[in-house]
């Protein structure tokens, strides 16, 4: 992937069969905060006033660890490396081999909201849910630590955490990781039919709510971290930290270009049919789905906006109440070694957030070391932005606003 270009980042690429296999897309089952209920929402926010960097420390049960060689992972749907003949997860039967502790795996986060719904009883009233680690997307992350429901990890038990890649280790809403460490992560960009912009190359957001060419066959994602993520960044403002009235201005223009009729609509992952067919001309889009879509139609467009492009992450995080931290923390330790996390990118391919992955990969699946929008390069690392953790009151204001504009 070539970067730095005015104008955007052109990713062209080629799919290998080790890629396809892999991106079933985890975000495809991510309807997003945006078609969230607003109850739900709500219900989640916590007091006014508490800072979103966390209060306290988590409540801590005792530790089961040492007598009950077992931890308990809740993750999204085909997530991890499976053996195609078995269907086993080779990386989770190598560490209990090394460690003699049982990974029960259950694929049970279909959706963030849908999952928070799931483990708000128990940690509300002070119980154990019965997980001892599970992954959530960074602004669920947010608000986990926000409510204080998650517990401070112990780097003691995690000395691999010294390989997370740079551009994640001091997040707005967890500076420094101490209660959160990602599993994987992608990019938010903008996909596009050349059959339906006339040959058109669509690099901007500009270009999205303004070019005539486009009148009417433009999406926008539902979550308004994606879509706005990339607004404020076409604006020249850091998605990390903003002000409401930077969010107004960046919601004004997606407003005006609503009234103007240059919106088609808003969508979760369910555009790739859309913009496969050519009705609609351009998009917010997330990387594993077009991927997926130029397996079928190589001319299709992917770009990284020169201005910039979201990124976002799934996150370990161990709740309140965990009976077996200290093996949750094992386990995390053992992912964050380069080999064993190159096995699960080979399968998964999503962005790793541990060093040295592509070099251990080389040997075994060259494809897929060497896909950019697997293993960006530095430069289109460093035009990535990870959206800003939020308070309660503005996660329930942002989200009143934004559904007023997809709504009306």
């Known amino acids: 992937m ?60 005792p530790d089961k660890s040492g007598a009950d060689r077992v931890v308990n992972w809740s993750n999204w749907p085909e997530y991890i490396d499976v053996d195609d003949k078995t269907k086993k997860r080779p990386t989770l039967d190598s560490f209990t081999k090394a460690t003699g502790i049982k990974v029960n795996y259950t694929e049970d986060y279909n959706d963030n909201d849908e999952f928070f719904a799931k483990i708000k009883p128990q940690l509300s009233s002070k119980a154990d849910t019965g997980r001892d680690v599970w992954c959530s997307t960074d602004w669920m992350v947010a608000r986990l630590i926000r409510l204080n429901w998650v517990q401070k990890l112990d780097k003691s038990n995690i000395p691999n955490a010294k390989n997370l890649v740079a551009p994640l280790v001091n997040v707005s809403f967890d500076p420094g990781r101490r209660y959160s460490i990602p599993w994987q992560s992608g990019f938010t960009g903008i996909g596009y039919n050349p059959k339906s912009t006339g040959g058109k190359k669509i690099e901007s957001m500009d270009q999205l709510l303004h070019d005539p060419v486009l009148k009417g066959k433009v ?18 403002k850091n998605p990390a930290k903003f002000s409401d009235s930077d ?25 790739g049919q859309g913009l496969a067919s050519g009705d609609i001309a351009a998009c917010t889009a997330w990387t594993g789905d077009v991927v997926q879509l130029k397996a079928d139609d190589p001319k299709l467009g992917y770009v990284l906006p020169h201005g910039g492009h979201m990124l976002w992450s799934d996150n370990f995080v161990i709740p309140n109440y965990a009976q077996h931290k200290k093996n949750a923390e094992l386990l995390i330790n053992y992912y964050y070694a380069a080999d064993v996390m190159a096995i699960v990118e080979d399968y998964v391919n999503y962005i790793p957030p541990v060093k040295n992955v592509k070099q251990a990969l080389q040997a075994a699946d060259p494809s897929v070391a060497d896909n950019p929008l697997i293993f960006p390069d530095e430069q289109v690392q460093a035009d990535s932005h990870v959206f800003m953790g939020l308070s309660g009151e503005q996660e329930a204001h942002y989200t009143r606003a934004w559904q007023d504009v997809m709504n009306n």
Request: contains cysteine; glycine residues 18%; proline residues 1%.
């Open 247 to 271: 969010f107004e201005s960046a919601l004004k223009q997606v407003s005006d270009a609503k009234k103007r009729g240059q919106l088609k609509g808003f969508t979760g992952n369910e555009y």
């Open 219 to 236: 999406t926008l994602l539902k979550d308004f971290r994606d879509s706005l993520g990339l607004m404020l960044l076409a604006m020249g």
């Open 2 to 61: 070539s970067s730095g270009r005015r104008g955007g980042s052109e990713c062209d690429f080629a799919i290998s069969p080790t890629l396809m296999r892999g991106l079933v897309s985890r975000r495809g089952v991510l309807t997003g905060l945006g078609v969230a209920s607003l109850s739900v929402l709500l219900g989640g926010c916590g007091t006014k006033g508490i800072a979103y960097s966390g209060s306290e420390a988590g409540k801590a049960s």
